[in-house]
């Protein structure tokens, strides 16, 4: 029984050790998870200012830029973020545009051009505002407003207001929609903020240290990626001077926080931060989430998540058990998709440091999970039939065995002894399989097509092509995808337009083999574009 005890013992600390271990704690995965769809909003402007000291013409070339947080809530590339971080990229707002002007000309005037001046001739400014650009012949323009959107990867994508309400100080809902051209990105999921409560614990992200429109300058882009993740609780639910319902928190927040997302415990969007008093600490507001889904809804598009997500989950998931081995190969998937993603980048250089330090044993277990709960089980039947065994008290008569189709021999019969091998049945061969791919931009998107023996033709052509497209910018015979050399590789069909692998920025492709999660671009446009999975 000992020996029994010991065992099973051995099985057990064996796979703990191999599926016990946990490299992020909870608060920290739980952030990795969200962090990705949260993304930092700019609206820059172009100033050029001309004035004259002492009948010398100068001229200034200056940045304006504003700056803010958003989030992701479909993976076709929709956000949520406030009016006012993009108030000035309005152009259909008349009054919009006209305030824009007059905060332009003062901050260009008391930031740059009067200090300009009392330095080069010598004299102070005198007069009012208007006698002072009148004296020197300001004249002052400004470029079409610039929205962009910006992934925690650097990458940034053009941004189109679909929705849009003023400020709450101007009597709006402070709630706009952008939509951005993209596929596959990070999303969050949309809560119910009517269901919240006092004290609740809350979770705010965004990008507090962009803020910036003093001395009209721009802020180093590559300092502004690292999301800043604060902590609070819901103090009030009050309302704005309109009677709208607002959220009153004590977490703390800044201006670039603002159209950011706050959090509750089950990882959903229930605020969306927007104003705090300048002189008082941890006295911050968000428009409620169910506010938000008024825009939502009037745009037209349902929240929904989607690859990017199920990736990165199961990547968060496998690298926090410690299995380093497995978990490169789905962050490596999660790259694919979202190149120099950061915190993928961060952990895939933690699992292979973890992956060169780990005992070989247990990375063959964490690789062939299924091993050890066979083990188990046969380690836990072994002691069962151990026990019965011991519990007998004495052997039992041999009992004749009689199988199916007793042989006949000399003196009698025998027993055959397990089947007879001439009539078990062949074994039935398996389809040998080669992935498939989905078509994850164009007209037939959210479509998967299995890859045969003899590959898929992608085209407009129907006479040739297993997957037949109807945009215009993609040849009859565009691109094969095709089993070659147990790789599945594809091959531009000599097209007009090209195909690309992950980014219509990389070069051209002629034959190269695809590995899970490629992405497979059409045209230098990028209007097709399939993903591969092994």
């Known amino acids: 029984m000992k020996k029994i005890a010991l065992l099973y013992l051995c099985a057990t600390l064996i796979a703990g050790s191999v599926f016990g271990a946990s490299r992020l704690n909870e608060a920290e995965k739980r952030t990795l998870k969200l962090s990705p769809a949260v993304v930092l909003v700019s609206v820059t402007f172009q100033v050029t200012a001309k004035f004259t000291i002492a009948e010398t013409l100068m001229q200034l070339d200056l940045t304006y830029s504003a700056t803010g947080s958003g989030f992701i809530y479909r993976p076709d590339g929709y956000v949520i973020t406030n009016g006012h971080v993009v108030a000035d990229a309005n152009l259909k707002d008349a009054d919009a545009q006209a305030e824009l002007k007059q905060r332009i000309t003062h901050d260009v005037v008391f930031e740059k051009v009067i200090p300009y001046y009392e330095q080069k001739s010598g004299r102070k400014a005198t007069g009012t505002v208007n006698e002072f650009i009148s004296a020197v012949g300001l004249d002052i323009r ?52 009517s269901n919240i409560h006092i004290q609740e614990p809350i979770t705010v992200i965004g990008y507090p240290a962009a803020a910036s429109r003093v001395g009209l300058q721009v802020l180093g882009m590559e300092s502004l990626f690292v999301p800043t993740v604060t902590n609070g609780h ?5 309302a704005d001077y309109k009677g709208m319902p607002v959220i009153q928190s004590d977490a703390a927040v800044t201006h670039g926080n603002s159209g950011g ?12 931060t927007t104003f705090g008093p300048q002189d008082a600490a941890g006295f911050n507001f968000f428009v409620p989430i169910n506010t938000a889904m008024e825009f939502v809804n009037s745009v037209g598009v349902k929240p929904e998540s989607g690859l990017f997500n199920n990736l990165w989950s199961a990547a968060l998931d496998t690298y926090d058990t410690g299995s380093c081995g497995s978990a490169k190969g789905k962050l490596q998937s999660v790259l694919n998709i979202m190149p120099n993603e950061p915190d993928a980048l961060r952990l895939m250089q933690g699992a292979e440091r973890c992956a060169q330090s780990e005992n070989p044993l247990m990375v063959f277990f964490q690789e062939h999970p299924y091993l050890i709960y066979g083990g188990v089980a046969a380690v836990l039947l072994i002691t069962l039939l151990l026990v019965l065994m011991l519990r007998k008290k004495s052997p039992s008569p041999a009992a004749a065995v009689v199988m199916a189709g007793p042989a006949q021999v000399a003196g009698g019969t025998r027993a055959e002894v397990g089947p007879n091998p ?42 040739k092509c297993q997957i037949v497209v109807t945009e215009d910018t993609i040849s009859h015979e565009h691109a094969w995808i095709v089993p070659v050399d147990n790789r599945v590789v594809v091959i531009d069909r000599g097209s007009t337009n090209g195909t690309y692998i992950n980014s219509i920025d990389s070069p051209r492709v002629s034959k190269v083999g695809l590995q899970n999660g490629d992405r497979v671009y059409l045209g230098k446009k990028g209007s097709v574009v399939l993903t591969y999975f092994s």
């Open 142 to 193: 400004y470029s079409r407003p610039d929205l962009k959107v910006y992934l925690a990867n650097k990458s940034f994508y053009s941004g189109e207001i679909k929705a849009y309400s003023d400020p709450i100080s101007k009597g709006g809902k402070d709630v706009a929609i952008l939509k951005m051209d993209a596929n596959n990105l990070p999303t969050v999921k949309l809560g119910d903020s």
């Open 234 to 238: 819901i103090s009030a639910v009050k």
């Open 261 to 272: 997302p706050a959090f509750n415990d089950q990882a959903e969007v229930i605020g969306i």
């Open 422 to 463: 001439a009539l078990a049945p062949p074994p039935v061969p398996q389809p040998q399989s080669f992935g498939s791919v989905q078509v994850t931009a164009g007209a037939l998107s959210g479509k998967r097509f299995p890859i045969t023996k003899s590959g898929l033709m992608v085209g407009t052509d129907p006479a």
